[in-house]
Each structure stands twice: as C-alpha cells, then as structure tokens.
C-alpha cells in the first residue's frame, strides 16, 4: 500500500517546497538588488569618480518638464529647450508650443512663448549671439492605414501682374468631375512677372515687341472634401477655385499634382525667427522660400546661414533647393543647389568648404546622398571622400570636428541602417581634411552597435560620448546605459561612468560653461523588450561631471576680468591668480545640437602667452577656422582640469 501524507504534513510540505520556489524564484531579484546596492555605493566613492566622472540628476519641477528634442546653449550661460509640439500630436492640434530656457548655474527655469511648431526645425548661432531658427511642423504625419480622404500637392497659378492673391486655409478647389479639395494651410500666390518679347527684321528694325506674361505660382497641400477612393488621381488637371468670380477666377487657378490616399509624411513650414537671449523672446524674421522639417541649418564663415534639406510643404524631401540666411537683412536668397538626406551633418572646413560626414537622420532614399565629400560652395561641387566601413549604416550616426579645429580631422561614430533597420555599427572612423586625397581610417569600435550617440567635445581635447541605443528608437529595450571617452591623440577609447537614464532618438548633449555636459531626451517607441508597450518621452536631465573636476575642483584654473569683445589684433589678456597652471587654452562654440546633429561645436586652439599675473591669447584670424559668433574661452592645466568658461564675442 502506497504511503499517503496526511493533511497536515502536506500543507508542511508544500509549505516548505513553496518557500523554496519563491527563494528560487527571488535570488536573481535579490541579488539585483544587491548588485545595484553594490554598485550605487561603488560609483559614489570619491576615487570612483575621479577615475570615471560621476551623474546626477537635475530637480525639474512639473510645470516646466518638457519634451527636449533641441537644445542651444546661449551666451548668457542658459541653454534654450525647444521642444515645439514634442512629438505629440494633440498639443499640435491644440497649438500648444513649448519652450523652456533652462539656467543651469541659478537651477531656474522659465517658460517662453513660442510662436510656431518648432518641432523637427534647423537652428545656428548667429554673429551677434542670437540664435537662429528656422522650419519646423505644419502637419502630423499619416500612415499606411490611417489615411481616408485622398491628399497631395496643388500648384497655385496666378496669371495676374498686379498683384498677389492670398487663399486662406480652408481654400476649396474643385476639378472638372465636380470633386473638391480644401486647402490646410494659408498660401500666398505672387503676382505674374511680366517680360517684354524683342523681335527684329532682316534690316535690323525692330518689330513691334509683345508682352509676355510669366503666371505665379506656389504649391499648397490639399484634401478631399469626402472620403474615399473617388478623390484620387493621377493625372494633372485644372481646378477652379471656389468663391472667386469674374477676373480673379480667371487669373488664379489649381492644377493638381499627385493626389493619392497613400502614406502622408510630417510637413514642414516656411517660418524662421531669431532667438535673443538677452530678451529672451522669439522675434520674426523672413520666412524661407521653401517649407522644410528636419533640414540643417550650418553658419558660413562670413556669419551667414545655409539651409539645407528638409521635407517640404506636401511631404517630399526638398530635392536640393538649399538657401541662405542673411543676418543683416534678416531675408533669404537661393543657395547652391544639391541634394542631401535629412539633417545631414555638414561642418565649415578650410577655405569655407563644406564636409558632409554622410551622417544624417533619415528621411530620403538609400542609394541617394549618402556618401561623404567636400562640398564646395562656391564652385557647387563635391568631391567624394572614400573609406568609410559600413557605409550604409551612417543614418543616425553621430560626428563631429575632432579638437583642435586646427588638425581639420572629423570623426564619425556608430549609425545604423536607413529607416527602421536593424542594423547598427560599433564604427568609428577618421577623415584628415589636410590631405590631398582624404580618405577615412577606422578608429576603435564603440563597445556595440549604436544609434544615437551623442558626442561632445571637452575643454581637454577629449571627446565624451554617452548613450544611444542598438536598435531602432531603443527597440527591444536596446539603450545603451555607457559612456566613454575618445582621446584624439591616442586614437582610443576610455570608460567613463555609466548614465542612469537611457537615451536615443530625440536626445541631445552639450557642453556647459562650468565644463560639465548636460544631457536630455529620448523617444523611444516601446517602453518594454516585448515591444508591446507604446513608449514615453523621456523628460528627466541628467548632467555629468567628468573625472578632473572630482580631482582638482578646489584647484581648477581661474580667469578674471578681461573683455567680452576681441579686439582688432585679434589678443584677449585676462588675469590669473596662479599663471603657472594654465597649460592650453580653448575657444570653444556653443551647441546647437537635435537629431544627433551637432555642427555648431568646435574647438580651436590659442597662442598663449604669459606675463606676470596676466595672460594673454591669440585667436587664429580665419572664419573659416573661427566663423564670427560668441565662444566660451577655457584654460586648463596640465591634468585637463577646465577652468569655468569666459565668453567672448568674436567678429
């Protein structure tokens, strides 16, 4: 007879079998937790941090957390978070725009008011300390799926040379058929440009000369008034529009491009503003001549702005009609033509040429302007520049101009596949610009593929680089929590402390006055590895302080007085207690940084000399070295320990 326990010694054995599950079940747990007890005391150890640097996060209050998806330090000291709808589509339906001007030595933060979606814009620093900012979001995107009511491009003819017509939103246009179209966005049509045909006989008289008349024209995106497939066409015909009579119906008209009920991309606006920093408001300037959401936005070495890339105003991407921005006029005039991805990452090099490091942000096709080269304006040419390992997976990468500027070496580091790829790469490569025939060499590999580094230059001619993520917005919970340092001169990676909060898509980092970086961000499209949980925007700020000021902060080099303007010999003279200590000096450009795309930031290095309880520093007298604008100017000593910044406005 098989034995059977009793009641009682089953409840004790199931008793003592579940406690041992449960202790089974919860090791791991517990020795997480101890693990994570462990390791938060390890990284508060003093020696800890001044081997890796050490995080902490910023105290936001409620009313002021904010989706960061720009941010420009200012030569205030404060950093402009812009953030416009955020990437959340029912602030744009409800207008509501942020703007956050954050100071990070009073811990303060303000709102401002901001006039236009900003989403997805260009920004730069202008000569005078303003910043820039120009595009930005008209229209939410739509996709496969989503979209009912057929929409696409209306090209807006107006025959009449007296003047311009104006069509506000909610224009309707209606085809031969009957089928009518209403227009979501306000567009101003010019008037028609007249031109005097010359014509002469075979003795030379001139014949009577007739007018010609060349229509205006501007494109607006229309949708139909009804749902369905009835709205769609292929075909290009001409619509009248609704409400005008007489004259005016005959002078303006629609002709219809590609009308489709087919997946509808963001949309950008024609909008550009100036930032003051010491107003601390936006001020309108003239809008652009073409619409653009994510173009790039790169200053010139004679203070004035290029514009390049960007979907338009029907959602194609701009297919090269780039433009510049002049700060005295405040007005925009055609630029050189040629096609680029979104947010390339274009950076001023010598003679005022442009490199573009194939790195960008997205939108535009695989096999068309993802090859690195020079690009020089004033020619309009470009000269593709070889050797890049993994050539196809630039989107998302980060770069930058390697310290000093002088040695005219630009780094690329990691990236991924175009769109929603799965692909990324550990790659980090070097171009030397000074070469005849520049070719880019491998650097050390990242620890793994990353996405969405983000890559700051230091005041010791390091380069920090945090976070990221392997795959696509941090799919699969694949953010990167690590964070190095690329040293120029050794071609070599070191560790520094790892972050805290995961960042990719969305985040952006930059360079504070006190030499520490500031980190903020992240848009990732799952909250969970499943990928099952829509993802949050990560709004808390993180700011790291590197090894040196853990180091040597009550010993850190001093600068005092000195002007705030260079003067015509191009020499700055500050005082310091103890002349001895200061070994290099920086002139450092302030970020601007969104998308991983950061061509504000550079590092130039200064002559320097010293006289008794003064020192004095040379600025090279090259824009295209030292492009006109404010600078931060640190000193370190012979540790790399970095003074707090100086700014200095350079002409």
Known sequence: MAYRPSQRTRKTVLGIGGIAILAGLNAPAALDFAGEKYHAYKIAQPGYKARYGSWSQVSIPERYRTNAIHAALLHTGKVLIVAGSGNEQRKFDKGDFDTVLWDPKAGTFQKIPTPDDFFCSGHAQ?????????????????????????????????????????????TRFRSPAGVEYVTRFDVTVPEAQRSFDITYDARGVMQPWRTKVTAGEARVFVEAVDKGPRSVTEHQAQYAIVGLAGEDADNTYGLSEKITLEKQDFQGIRAAYEFDPVAERYLPVGPMDKARWYPTLVGLDDGRVLAVSGLNDVGAIDPGDNEIYDPRTRSWTPGPTRYFPTYPALFLTQGGKLFYSASNAGYGPADKGREAGIWDLRTNTFTKVPGLRDADETETSASLLLPPAQDQKVM??????????????????????????????????????????????????????????????????????????????????????????????????????????????????????????????????????????????????????????????????????HPERIAEARLMRPSAVTHTTDVEQRSIELGMTKSGDAVTFTVPDDPALVPPGWYMLFVTDAEGTPSEAKWLQVG
């Open 126 to 170: 202008l000569p005078d300390g303003r910043l820039l900012v120009a595009g930005g979001t008209a229209r939410y995107e739509l996709l496969d799926g989503e979209v009912d009511r057929a929409g696409g491009g209306m090209r807006v003819k107006n025959e009449n040379p007296d003047k311009a017509v104006h069509l506000r939103k909610g």
């Open 412 to 577: 690329v580091l990691g990236g991924g596949g175009v769109g929603e790829s799965e692909k990324s790469t550990p790659r980090t490569a070097v171009v030397d610009l000074k070469k005849d025939n520049p070719v880019f060499e491998d650097g050390p590999d990242l620890p793994r593929g990353t996405r969405y580094l983000n890559s700051v230059i230091m005041p010791d001619d390091t380069v920090f680089t945090s976070g990221g993520s392997e795959d696509y917005r941090g799919r699969g919970a694949s953010n990167i929590l690590k964070a190095q340092f690329y040293d120029p001169k050794a071609n070599a990676f070191r560790a520094a402390a790892d972050p805290t909060v995961g960042r990719n898509y969305h985040s952006e980092a930059l360079l504070l006055p006190d030499g520490r970086v500031a980190t903020f961000g992240s848009d990732p499209l799952f909250d969970d590895r499943q990928n099952t949980k829509l993802g949050h925007f990560e709004q808390r700020m993180e700011i790291f302080t590197p090894p040196a000021l853990h180091r040597n902060a009550a010993a850190r080099p001093e600068l005092a007085g000195g002007p705030q303007q260079l003067d015509a010999g191009r020499m700055v003279t500050f005082r310091t207690a």
